[in-house]
């Protein structure tokens, strides 16, 4: 038996509970590993709320995670016990000490990286990459837009678009996250509260817009990013953390023929192939100092109720990391 954290009836961060659970071992294709460290991120919201269906109830949250193999299946080769490894997205179930996965699902971890620091940044920084190297390729010249660009995917999209040599507006919701997207490379930051981001949007580009908006805020900026795209812009919608936006009539889009989308890591990542470059790209992104990822906030894994809570409260920035119950930071 191995404790993590299950759901029983969607809900509040308060239906979040601690348990003991029998996962079993692996088999054929199949290792289990042991959890060091595991990220939270807002998909975990979605599904704990219902906004996104689990397969069964009740159900393991949680979409990414780093640990050691502690055993493999019969007849794998390729993975060995002792292994650091990570992995974003499906299977769910990362929120526990320790889980069953498929191999082909996980990649190895640098041997010079924090395991902390690859559980926070190995689903975030993935989504990152495939929105501006393959969603919509950002390149130098671009100007981008980037709402919640203090978050833990806003703070890698802001850097990475200005890697790229795009000029980098981003939206924030305090001084202090101001801030850390200053550092982080936005050319301009927005204080959305205290200004309207629309009319700012359009005074930075002198009435041209934008050529990618990268939202995961949703309601209450969907119809705004909307506005603030050049004729053949971009609407890149891949999150909701103020709620689902209002039904869409498909000739919105033709005043300025512009493109939206809403992808998901899963459909970039279909192949090991796609997912070994994905993950290779960022791990060089960290280790060349291209990207910094930023731990801002711990807690146990007991403790996933609060971190929730914080998180859906906007009292975090970065990337927020549970640790799994004794285990040494």
């Not at 806003?154 to 000029?167: D, E, F, K, Y």
């Not at 700012?200 to 209450?220: A, F, L, P, Q, W």
């Not at 053949?232 to 953390?241: L, T």
Request: with cysteine.
């Amino acid at each position: 038996m191995v404790k993590a954290i299950r759901v029983h009836e969607l809900g509040g961060p308060e239906v979040l509970k601690w348990e003991e659970v029998e996962i079993g071992e692996p088999k054929e294709g199949e290792i289990r590993v042991k959890n060091k460290a595991i990220g939270l991120n807002f998909i975990d919201v979605y599904y704990r709320k219902g906004v996104y269906k689990a397969a069964t109830i009740p159900f393991t949250p949680g979409m990414e995670a780093v640990g050691v193999v502690t055993s493999v299946g019969p007849g794998l080769t390729g993975r060995n016990v002792g292994d650091l490894v990570a992995y974003a997205g499906n299977p769910m179930g990362s929120y526990a000490e320790e889980q069953i996965l498929p191999a082909e699902k996980v990649v190895s971890v640098p041997s010079t990286m924090d395991p902390v620091v690859a559980a926070a940044v190995i689903l975030k920084g993935m989504t990152a990459q495939f929105l501006v190297r393959r969603c919509f390729k950002v390149e130098p010249g671009h100007t981008v837009l980037v709402h919640a660009a203090a978050g833990g995917v806003g703070s890698l999209l802001c850097q990475w678009a200005n890697a790229l040599g795009a000029t980098v507006i981003g939206t924030v919701s305090t001084k202090e996250k101001a801030a850390q997207a200053k550092d982080d490379g936005c050319h301009h930051v927005i204080m959305y509260k205290d200004e309207d981001f629309v009319t700012r949007v359009n005074e930075i580009t002198s009435g041209k817009g934008v050529d990618v908006v990268y939202d995961s805020v949703g309601k209450d900026t969907f119809q705004g990013s909307l506005a603030c795209l050049k004729i053949r812009g971009y609407m890149v919608s891949f999150g909701q953390s103020s709620g689902t936006p209002d039904p869409l009539p498909l000739s919105a889009l033709a005043a300025k023929s512009l493109f939206l989308t809403r992808p998901t890591l899963m459909h970039y990542n279909l192949t090991r192939e796609e997912l070994l470059e994905t993950a290779g790209e960022l791990f060089a992104c960290i280790t060349s100092g291209v990207l910094r990822v930023r731990v801002n906030r711990t807690y146990p894994l007991s403790q996933a109720a609060q971190a929730h809570a914080d998180l859906e409260g906007r009292k975090t920035s970065g990337s927020v990391v549970l640790i799994p119950d004794g285990v040494d930071q």
